[in-house]
Structures are given as C-alpha cells and as structure tokens.
C-alpha cells in the first residue's frame, strides 16, 4: 500500500499544481488553464511534440511490421531446435537495461554519421523501432496462439493459396493483436528518453528530452502541464489497450 502512495501520490500533486495560476510549483494560487495555454502556445514544445508524433508513429508501423511476420514465424511453424535462442533474441531489448541498448546504438550510429554525413531523423526511426519490436511482439504472438486452427486448415482444405488464406481468414482474426501492438509500440516511443538521449543529433529533442533539458534550467508549471497532457493521452492508449485484449481473448 505505501508503495502504491509514493508512486501515484507525485504523479496526482502534478497533475494539480498543472492548473496553478502562480509561477510556483509548491504554493496553490488558484485554479487557471494559464500553463496549458502557454505550452500549446510554445513554439519549441510545438515541434517537440511533431517530432516525437512522427517518430513513434514511423517507429510503431516498422516494429508492428516486423513483429507481425516474427510471430508468423515463431508460431505457424513446427518446433525446431533453437527456437528458445529466437524467442530470446526477439525479446533482447526486453532484457538488458535500456541504457545498455543506447550505448550500443550510439557506437554504430556515430560510425555510421562518420561514413554517410547524414544526421536526421532516420535513426531515432530506426533505434525506436528496434526496441519497440517485442513490445509488439508479445501481443501479436499472444493472439496467435489463442487463434483456432481450424479455419486455416478449411480454407487450405477449399484451395485457398497460402496467401488468400492468411488474407482472408489469419489476418482478420490477427488485426485485434496487430493493433494492440502497434498501440503499446506507439506509447513506448512516444515517452522513451535514455535511448532518444543518446542517439539524437543536436536541434532533434523530443517532447521527452525537451521537458528533461527544462528540467535541469528552471521549472515551471508548463512542465507540469505538458507532463499532465502527456499522462492522460498515455493513459488512454493503454486502457484502449487493455479494453480491447480483454475483449477479444
């Protein structure tokens, strides 16, 4: 119970002192919306939050991708030997510190600028997508696994093409785990900050970065405003998600 009261109890006094009107972060001064409509009206915040919209979303679709065929290829198949060792390497990310993946993203990337001169955006994409895929992984594959047969091998049974089967029969029945996973992939990149930190070039902050370098300047309660809206919209997207798995399992 205490650890349920220091970790939401923060995160509820944020949400409060949100809607201060003075500048402090400890003194109530009444009730305004004064620090939402300065965020909303901040040029850089603005850009921080395209910026961060657009990387999850390239990163959610190219990890939804890839997780989609790793789960067809994990779960439509016999077992073999070694596939313990695929679980494992799809699920890496899953288990080495995070901050452990940035070094190592870091390293080949900073060779990579060396070699090709470009610096945008293309590997917060692709660093994201890498740890976002067995995020996505999990509920792809979970869905498969609770997926009757029957019908596959009715449709392959009318002459359907491997193709015409996973179409009109794999894919309908996949869509609830696909967008399950797209959703969780979209969340994690949308609010990651150890591995943005270490691989953005300069001028690239995402809203995460962008609140941490406030952070270290002088806070204000914009921050708390842009972390309440930050909250909410996270909140939304995992109850959608936890509403729809719940639905269809």
Not at 62 to 81: E, G, H, V, W
Not at 215 to 231: C, D, G, K, Q, Y
Request: a positive charge.
């Amino acid at each position: 119970m205490f650890s349920f009261f220091a970790l939401y109890l923060p995160m509820a006094l944020l949400v409060v002192y949100a809607f201060n009107a003075g500048d402090s972060l400890a003194l109530w001064e009444g009730f305004s919306f004064r620090w939402f409509v300065s965020a909303w009206q901040n040029d850089t915040v603005q850009d921080a939050t395209l910026r961060s919209v657009i990387i999850a979303v390239c990163a959610a679709v190219l990890a939804t991708s890839a997780a989609t065929m790793a789960a067809l290829a994990t779960t439509r198949t016999r077992p073999y030997r070694g596939q313990t060792f695929t679980y494992a390497l799809i699920n890496q990310p899953l288990m080495i510190p995070e901050i452990v993946t940035a070094v190592a993203l870091l390293i080949v990337f900073s060779r990579i600028k060396v070699w090709t001169d470009y610096s945008g955006l293309g590997y917060l994409i692709a660093a994201h997508t890498a740890f976002c895929v067995p995020f996505a992984y999990l509920p792809i594959r979970a869905r498969l696994e609770s997926m009757d047969l029957s019908l596959e091998v009715a449709a392959a049974d009318l002459y359907a093409t491997p193709w015409k089967a996973f179409r009109y029969i794999t894919l309908p029945l996949l869509r609830p785990g696909i967008i399950a996973g797209f959703m969780l992939a979209f969340v994690i990149s949308l609010d990651d900050v150890v591995i943005t930190e270490f691989v953005k070039s300069g001028g690239q902050d995402t809203l995460p970065t962008y609140m941490l370098g406030q952070l270290r300047r002088v806070v204000t309660p914009e921050i708390n405003a842009i972390a309440t809206v930050f909250l909410a919209f996270s909140v939304v997207i995992v109850t959608a998600f936890f509403l729809m798995t719940r639905k269809k399992t």
